[in-house]
């Protein structure tokens, strides 16, 4: 484009150097000195000024700067597209990362369900201090499950629900883990709901009861 524009102005500022009806002049003129040709009859020809430059040379030497100045449009196509298969890759990278850490980390609570007492407070120590050094989303899975884990003397499904809740709530996180986390809480929070209900439905049929052994001291009050 920038080759067309220049070509285009050069055309027009030599239309507009020889008027129509001048192009045996402009011939004349532009042939070197010393040509018998040049020279007409009755007139001179004025030297070259010095210094000056033919506007062909001239045109050539700017195209090169550009040339050099700026990269091509193939050279900035090939960048952009090295560019993008590098960040697939890495995306590709951290997201089999991530895939391996979830695989784990259901390795390992699956782990902590087969394992005596103090094995599994072994593991809640090593959870914890793991916690304490980084809050990411990989330690924070790995020490909710381990609360989370049944029948053990430390579960607290109320903590590990609350550790999981900023990666569910988090909408900018995605990935296996995100995926794993969301799993996790849900199915911690639908059983924290479960024992809510069989924690209700407990005190209400103590309430039965009282009330029954209340109705039977009465009656057995009255008897003579």
Same mark, same amino acid.
């Given at each position: ?125 090593? $959870? ?15 020490? $909710?499950?381990?609360? $989370? ?31 794993? $986390? ?43």
């Amino acid at each position: 484009m920038k080759r067309l524009l220049l070509t285009v102005s050069l055309v027009l500022a030599g239309c507009s150097q020889f008027p129509p009806g001048a192009d045996s002049r402009a011939a004349v003129e532009t042939r070197p000195a010393g040509d018998p040709r040049s020279v007409s009859p009755g007139r001179t020809v004025a030297p070259a000024r010095a210094g000056a430059e033919n506007p062909s040379i001239a045109y050539k030497k700017d195209a090169a700067r550009s040339e050099t100045a700026e990269p091509s449009k193939a050279e900035l196509l090939r960048t952009i597209d090295r560019q993008s298969r590098r960040i697939v890759e890495l995306e590709s990278r951290a997201g089999d990362a991530e895939s391996r850490q979830a695989v784990d980390l259901v390795a390992y609570f699956q782990r902590m369900a087969t394992l005596h007492s103090e094995e599994q407070a072994h593991l809640l120590a090593a $959870a914890n201090q793991e916690y304490a050094r980084d809050s990411g989303p990989y330690s924070r899975l790995r020490l $909710a499950l381990t609360l $989370a884990t049944p029948g053990t003397a430390f579960n607290d499904d109320a903590r590990a629900a609350a550790l999981l809740d900023p990666l569910v709530a988090n909408a900018s996180t995605k990935g296996p883990l995100k995926q794993l $986390a969301v799993l996790v809480h849900g199915l911690i929070s639908e059983r924290v709901r479960d024992q809510k209900r069989v924690a209700q439905l407990k005190e209400q049929l103590d309430g039965l009861r009282a009330i029954d052994r209340a109705l039977i001291d009465r009656e057995q009050g009255k008897a003579p």
